[in-house]
C-alpha cells in the first residue's frame, strides 16, 4: 500500500493525475500482465509447433525409406527343355511349370553373379543364396515369363525384389550386428551384397509397386504396398459422399429452415450434437450389428465400410450445414419472401448457394475424418484381411473383402517383421498427403464460391 | 428535395385496398398489436409513425404475411385486401406476397447482378414467356424506380457493387417487376444518405399513381413530405388515423401532439 500513497499527491491535496510523462504504478502492474499474457500464448504456440515439427519429422525420416525398395538384377537363362518341354509355346503348358521349376534357374545365375562379383565366400550353394532374394522372385520371374513366352530359350536380365533383409541392409536397418540372431540372413550374406552393389546388380530405387501394390503375406513385406487398400478407401469414401451430403444437406436444410421450434426438434438438435461426440467405435458396432448380422451384407467390404462411416460422417456434416445456412443473413430470407417467393425457392435459390462454401467445407473436412478412421474398421472386418487382389470391376470394388488406408497402416505396424513397421510409416505419408490435399481443397473451394454480401 | 407541396394534393380515390378489423398481433406472451382496425386507400400513400417498438412495423408485416415467418408469432382479427380476408386458411402467403411486395429497412439485394435481381421475381411468378420480355419487364422496372439510367450499361455487375441508396431502388425496382398492387415500405430510407432519401421519396410520390403504398417511417417529415393518411401507432395501439395535414397541424389525441411536437418518443 506504501506504493499508491507515493503515486497519490500528498493529503489535502486531491490530485487525481500525475504526469502522463511517467507511468504509475497501478499502469505498470498493468502493462506487465498483459505482456506475461502475451508471453503465455506466444508459449503455447511454440509448445505446438514444437510438437507439430517432431511429429512431421518423425513421420518423413521414418516413412520416406519405405517409398524405396531394393533390386537385384540377375542374368538368369531361360532354357526351353525345362520350361516348355513339348516345345510348342503353348501357355498352357508353360503353366504347368510352377513357381519352384524357376527356383533352379535363379539359384544358378545367382552364382554366376557372384562369381562375375569376385566375392569370395563360404556360402556356394544357389539355395542359400536365394535367400537374398524376396521369397517371391520365383513367382516374379514366373509371371514375366508367362507375360512374354518369348524369352524361353534365351538368358535375359531380370530385375527382382531383394528380401527385406538385403532391402534394411541397404537402408541401414539391418546391420551385421543384428543378422547374428536372424535365422532369415547371416552376415556373410552380407559380404556378398557388398560385392554385388559394386558391380551394380543390387540398387536401390524408387518403388512404385509400395504405392500402387498389393499387400503382401507376413514373410513378404518387401512386396507389400498401399494401392489396393486406396481403392478400398476410395470406395468407402464415394459410399460416404453419396449418402452423407445428400442426407446431411436435406436434414439441415429442413431442421434449419422448415421445422418448427418445438420440443421435438430440440430433441433431434440435441442428439445430432451428441452423436458428433460419440466414440467411433460405436458406430462400429453398429454398422457390425445393422450391417453385417442383420442386413448379412458381406463383410470386410467396403460397402459396409462406407455405410458406418457414413453414420459417423453424418452428425458433422449437419453441423456445419447448419451452422453456414445460419450465417446467410435473413436480409436474404425476406428479401426472396418479399417478392413472392415460396419457402423452398428462397432456399434452394438464394441461401444455399450462399451457404456453399460452408457445406462443401464441412463435407471435405467430414470426408477427410472418414478416411482417416481406423476403429470402426476393426469390428466390420476391414482390418487384417490382406488385400492381396485388386477388386475387379466397380461391383467388386465395393462388395469384396478389402482393406483400407488406416486399416492397412495399422495391420503393418501389428506385424513382427520391421520392415512392416517402416512400411507403416511409408503408409501415414501416404495417408497424410491424402487429407492435406483434401483440406487444401477445401480451402480453395471456400476461397472459390465465397460471395460478399 | 421535395416540398410540403406532395402531402396538400388531395387524395385521389376513395376505394378502400386493405381494411383491417381488430388486428391483434402476439409475439408468444406478449402482446404487440392491440385492436387496431384501420381502412388503407388504393392510390395512396399512407405513413405509419410512431415511437420505437410501437407495433408500426410488425402491422406493416402482417398485411403481406412476413410475421407468418416467425414462429411464435401469432395473428388474430381479419385483414381483408380487396374484401378478401388475407387470413383466410385457402390463402397461400406466396400468392399474397405476389400482390403485395416489400422494400425492407435495409438494402438487401441479392448478391446476383443487378439483371438477375429484378428478374427473379417475374420468373418465379412465370411473367415473361421469353427473355425479350423478361429484358422489357427489367427495363421498365428500372426505370420506373428511377435508377435505369445509372446501371443500364452494367445490368450484368452484382446488385451489391451499387452504392446504398441505389441499392434500395434497386430493391424496389424488384419489388414492382412483378406488378403488385400494393407497396410496403418498412423505413425506407433509414440507412440512405438525404440525397438518396429525397430520390427514394420522389419515386414514392410517383408510384403513388399505380400502387397503394404503405411506408412506416421514423421520420416524422418524411410522412408529412410523401403520405396523404398517416397513422400513429404508440404501444401497440392506432391512436390515431386521418389525412396527413390534419394529424400533423391539428392532431385530435394528446399522445400524438406530444409525439409530433417532439415530447414522447
Same mark, same amino acid.
Given at each position: 500500500?506504501?506504493?499508491?500513497?507515493?503515486?497519490?499527491?500528498?493529503? #489535502?491535496?486531491?490530485?487525481?493525475?500525475?504526469? %502522463?510523462?511517467?507511468?504509475?504504478?497501478?499502469?505498470?502492474?498493468?502493462?506487465?500482465?498483459?505482456?506475461?499474457?502475451?508471453?503465455? #500464448?506466444?508459449?503455447?504456440?511454440?509448445?505446438?509447433?514444437?510438437?507439430?515439427?517432431?511429429?512431421?519429422?518423425?513421420?518423413?525420416?521414418?516413412?520416406?525409406?519405405?517409398?524405396?525398395?531394393?533390386?537385384?538384377?540377375?542374368?538368369?537363362?531361360? =532354357?526351353?527343355?525345362?520350361?516348355?518341354?513339348?516345345?510348342?509355346?503353348?501357355?498352357?503348358?508353360?503353366?504347368?511349370?510352377?513357381?519352384?521349376?524357376?527356383?533352379?534357374?535363379?539359384?544358378?545365375?545367382?552364382?554366376?553373379?557372384?562369381?562375375?562379383?569376385?566375392?569370395?565366400?563360404?556360402?556356394?550353394?544357389?539355395?542359400?543364396?536365394?535367400?537374398?532374394?524376396?521369397?517371391?522372385?520365383?513367382?516374379?520371374?514366373?509371371?514375366?515369363? %508367362?507375360?512374354?513366352?518369348?524369352?524361353?530359350?534365351?538368358?535375359?536380365? *531380370?530385375?527382382?525384389?531383394?528380401?527385406?533383409?538385403?532391402?534394411?541392409?541397404?537402408?541401414?536397418?539391418?546391420?551385421?550386428?543384428?543378422?547374428?540372431?536372424?535365422?532369415?540372413?547371416?552376415?556373410?550374406?552380407?559380404?556378398?551384397?557388398?560385392?554385388?552393389?559394386?558391380?551394380?546388380?543390387?540398387?536401390?530405387?524408387?518403388?512404385?509397386?509400395?504405392?500402387?501394390?498389393?499387400?503382401?503375406?507376413?514373410?513378404?513385406?518387401?512386396?507389400?504396398?498401399?494401392?489396393?487398400?486406396?481403392?478400398?478407401?476410395?470406395?468407402?469414401?464415394?459410399?460416404?459422399?453419396?449418402?452423407?451430403? =445428400?442426407?446431411?444437406?436435406?436434414?439441415?436444410?429442413?431442421?434449419?429452415?422448415?421445422?418448427?421450434?418445438?420440443?421435438?426438434?430440440?430433441?433431434?438438435?440435441?442428439?445430432?450434437?451428441?452423436?458428433?461426440?460419440?466414440?467411433?467405435?460405436?458406430?462400429?458396432?453398429?454398422?457390425?450389428?445393422?450391417?453385417?448380422?442383420?442386413?448379412?451384407?458381406?463383410?470386410?467390404?467396403?460397402?459396409?465400410?462406407?455405410?458406418?462411416?457414413?453414420?459417423?460422417?453424418?452428425?458433422?456434416?449437419?453441423?456445419?450445414?447448419?451452422?453456414?445456412?445460419?450465417?446467410?443473413?435473413?436480409?436474404?430470407?425476406?428479401?426472396?419472401?418479399?417478392?413472392?417467393?415460396?419457402?423452398?425457392?428462397?432456399? %434452394?435459390?438464394?441461401?444455399?448457394? %450462399?451457404?456453399?462454401?460452408?457445406?462443401?467445407?464441412?463435407?471435405?473436412?467430414?470426408?477427410?475424418?472418414?478416411?482417416?478412421?481406423?476403429?470402426?474398421?476393426?469390428?466390420?472386418?476391414?482390418?487384417?484381411?490382406?488385400?492381396?487382389?485388386?477388386?475387379? #470391376?466397380?461391383?467388386?470394388?465395393?462388395?469384396?473383402?478389402?482393406?483400407?488406408?488406416?486399416?492397412?497402416?495399422?495391420?503393418?505396424?501389428?506385424?513382427?517383421?520391421?520392415? *512392416?513397421?517402416?512400411?507403416?510409416?511409408?503408409?501415414?505419408?501416404?495417408?497424410?498427403?491424402?487429407?492435406?490435399?483434401?483440406?487444401?481443397?477445401?480451402?480453395?473451394?471456400?476461397?472459390?464460391?465465397?460471395?460478399?454480401? | 428535395?421535395?416540398?410540403?407541396?406532395?402531402?396538400?394534393?388531395?387524395?385521389?380515390?376513395?376505394?378502400?385496398?386493405?381494411?383491417?378489423?381488430?388486428?391483434?398481433?402476439?409475439?408468444?406472451?406478449?402482446?404487440?398489436?392491440?385492436?387496431?382496425?384501420?381502412?388503407?386507400?388504393?392510390?395512396?400513400?399512407?405513413?405509419?409513425?410512431?415511437?420505437?417498438?410501437?407495433?408500426?412495423?410488425?402491422?406493416?408485416?402482417?398485411?403481406?404475411?412476413?410475421?407468418?415467418?416467425?414462429?411464435?408469432?401469432?395473428?388474430?382479427?381479419?385483414?381483408?385486401?380487396?374484401?378478401?380476408?388475407?387470413?383466410?386458411?385457402?390463402?397461400?402467403?406466396?400468392? /399474397?406476397?405476389?400482390?403485395?411486395?416489400?422494400?425492407?429497412?435495409?438494402?438487401?439485394?441479392?448478391?446476383?447482378?443487378?439483371?438477375?435481381?429484378?428478374?427473379?421475381?417475374?420468373?418465379?411468378?412465370?411473367?415473361?414467356?421469353?427473355?425479350?420480355?423478361?429484358?422489357?419487364?427489367?427495363?421498365?422496372?428500372?426505370?420506373?424506380?428511377?435508377?435505369?439510367?445509372?446501371?443500364?450499361?452494367? /445490368?450484368?455487375?452484382?446488385?451489391?457493387?451499387?452504392?446504398?441508396?441505389?441499392?434500395?431502388?434497386?430493391?424496389?425496382?424488384?419489388?414492382?417487376?412483378?406488378?403488385?398492387?400494393?407497396?410496403?415500405?418498412?423505413?425506407?430510407?433509414?440507412?440512405?444518405?438525404?440525397?438518396?432519401?429525397?430520390?427514394?421519396?420522389?419515386?414514392?410520390?410517383?408510384?403513388?399513381?399505380?400502387?397503394?403504398?404503405?411506408?412506416?417511417?421514423?421520420?416524422?417529415?418524411?410522412?408529412?413530405?410523401?403520405?396523404?393518411?398517416?397513422?400513429?401507432?404508440?404501444?401497440?395501439?392506432?391512436?390515431?388515423?386521418?389525412?396527413?395535414?390534419?394529424?400533423?397541424?391539428?392532431?385530435?389525441?394528446?399522445?400524438?401532439?406530444?409525439?409530433?411536437?417532439?415530447?414522447?418518443?
Amino acid at each position: 500500500m506504501t506504493d499508491t500513497n507515493t503515486s497519490m499527491a500528498p493529503a #489535502g491535496e486531491p490530485k487525481r493525475f500525475g504526469s %502522463l510523462l511517467e507511468q504509475s504504478d497501478r499502469t505498470k502492474r498493468r502493462n506487465a500482465k498483459e505482456k506475461r499474457f502475451r508471453l503465455y #500464448g506466444v508459449a503455447a504456440i511454440a509448445v505446438g509447433l514444437i510438437f507439430l515439427t517432431a511429429l512431421v519429422v518423425t513421420i518423413i525420416l521414418n516413412g520416406i525409406p519405405a517409398f524405396t525398395q531394393t533390386h537385384m538384377t540377375l542374368q538368369i537363362e531361360l =532354357p526351353a527343355d525345362k520350361l516348355d518341354k513339348k516345345g510348342e509355346r503353348n501357355l498352357a503348358d508353360i503353366k504347368k511349370v510352377s513357381t519352384f521349376g524357376y527356383n533352379p534357374l535363379i539359384d544358378a545365375a545367382l552364382v554366376r553373379a557372384v562369381t562375375e562379383a569376385g566375392v569370395e565366400t563360404d556360402i556356394t550353394k544357389g539355395k542359400d543364396l536365394r535367400d537374398m532374394l524376396s521369397s517371391g522372385a520365383g513367382a516374379q520371374l514366373r509371371n514375366a515369363v %508367362l507375360e512374354n513366352p518369348d524369352l524361353i530359350g534365351t538368358t535375359h536380365a *531380370f530385375t527382382l525384389l531383394t528380401s527385406s533383409r538385403v532391402d534394411g541392409y541397404m537402408k541401414g536397418r539391418v546391420t551385421r550386428v543384428s543378422l547374428a540372431r536372424d535365422k532369415n540372413l547371416t552376415p556373410e550374406h552380407l559380404n556378398i551384397v557388398d560385392g554385388l552393389v559394386d558391380t551394380g546388380a543390387i540398387r536401390r530405387s524408387f518403388s512404385w509397386n509400395f504405392i500402387t501394390g498389393t499387400d503382401a503375406s507376413e514373410s513378404r513385406p518387401e512386396q507389400a504396398g498401399m494401392g489396393v487398400a486406396m481403392l478400398g478407401s476410395f470406395f468407402m469414401m464415394l459410399v460416404v459422399l453419396v449418402l452423407s451430403l =445428400p442426407i446431411g444437406v436435406a436434414a439441415s436444410i429442413y431442421l434449419e429452415e422448415f421445422a418448427p421450434q418445438n420440443t421435438f426438434t430440440d430433441f433431434i438438435e440435441v442428439n445430432i450434437s451428441n452423436l458428433a461426440a460419440v466414440p467411433s467405435i460405436v458406430f462400429g458396432i453398429l454398422g457390425l450389428a445393422v450391417f453385417i448380422q442383420f442386413a448379412h451384407l458381406p463383410q470386410s467390404a467396403p460397402i459396409v465400410g462406407g455405410l458406418t462411416l457414413t453414420l459417423m460422417t453424418l452428425p458433422t456434416i449437419v453441423i456445419s450445414t447448419r451452422a453456414s445456412l445460419k450465417s446467410v443473413p435473413p436480409s436474404i430470407r425476406d428479401a426472396a419472401l418479399g417478392v413472392g417467393a415460396s419457402k423452398m425457392q428462397s432456399v %434452394l435459390h438464394h441461401v444455399l448457394p %450462399l451457404a456453399m462454401p460452408g457445406i462443401l467445407t464441412g463435407t471435405i473436412i467430414g470426408l477427410a475424418q472418414a478416411l482417416g478412421e481406423t476403429a470402426p474398421l476393426l469390428l466390420i472386418g476391414m482390418v487384417g484381411y490382406i488385400a492381396t487382389n485388386y477388386p475387379d #470391376g466397380i461391383a467388386s470394388g465395393f462388395l469384396d473383402p478389402n482393406s483400407a488406408m488406416p486399416a492397412q497402416i495399422y495391420e503393418w505396424a501389428k506385424r513382427a517383421d520391421p520392415a *512392416f513397421y517402416e512400411r507403416a510409416w511409408g503408409g501415414i505419408i501416404i495417408l497424410l498427403v491424402f487429407l492435406v490435399t483434401m483440406n487444401a481443397i477445401a480451402v480453395m473451394l471456400r476461397r472459390r464460391f465465397e460471395r460478399r454480401w | 428535395m421535395k416540398d410540403n407541396i406532395i402531402s396538400e394534393m388531395d387524395v385521389t380515390t376513395d376505394k378502400i385496398k386493405i381494411s383491417a378489423r381488430d388486428v391483434q398481433v402476439y409475439y408468444g406472451d406478449n402482446h404487440a398489436i392491440k385492436d387496431v382496425s384501420v381502412e388503407i386507400q388504393d392510390k395512396t400513400v399512407t405513413a405509419f409513425i410512431g415511437p420505437s417498438g410501437c407495433g408500426k412495423s410488425t402491422f406493416l408485416r402482417c398485411i403481406n404475411r412476413m410475421n407468418d415467418t416467425i414462429d411464435i408469432c401469432r395473428v388474430e382479427g381479419d385483414i381483408l385486401i380487396d374484401g378478401e380476408d388475407i387470413y383466410d386458411s385457402n390463402v397461400d402467403p406466396v400468392q /399474397l406476397r405476389a400482390k403485395v411486395g416489400m422494400v425492407f429497412q435495409k438494402p438487401n439485394p441479392f448478391p446476383k447482378s443487378i439483371y438477375d435481381n429484378v428478374a427473379y421475381g417475374p420468373r418465379i411468378h412465370g411473367l415473361a414467356r421469353n427473355k425479350s420480355e423478361l429484358d422489357d419487364i427489367v427495363e421498365r422496372a428500372l426505370k420506373r424506380a428511377a435508377i435505369w439510367n445509372e446501371v443500364k450499361d452494367r /445490368l450484368h455487375a452484382p446488385g451489391t457493387g451499387l452504392s446504398g441508396g441505389q441499392q434500395q431502388r434497386l430493391c424496389i425496382a424488384r419489388a414492382i417487376a412483378t406488378e403488385p398492387e400494393v407497396l410496403l415500405m418498412d423505413e425506407p430510407c433509414s440507412a440512405l444518405d438525404p440525397i438518396a432519401t429525397a430520390q427514394v421519396e420522389e419515386l414514392i410520390d410517383e408510384l403513388r399513381q399505380d400502387y397503394s403504398v404503405v411506408i412506416v417511417t421514423h421520420s416524422m417529415q418524411q410522412a408529412a413530405r410523401v403520405s396523404q393518411k398517416t397513422a400513429f401507432f404508440h404501444l401497440g395501439n392506432l391512436v390515431e388515423y386521418g389525412e396527413t395535414d390534419k394529424i400533423f397541424t391539428s392532431p385530435e389525441d394528446p399522445r400524438t401532439e406530444s409525439y409530433i411536437t417532439g415530447r414522447i418518443g
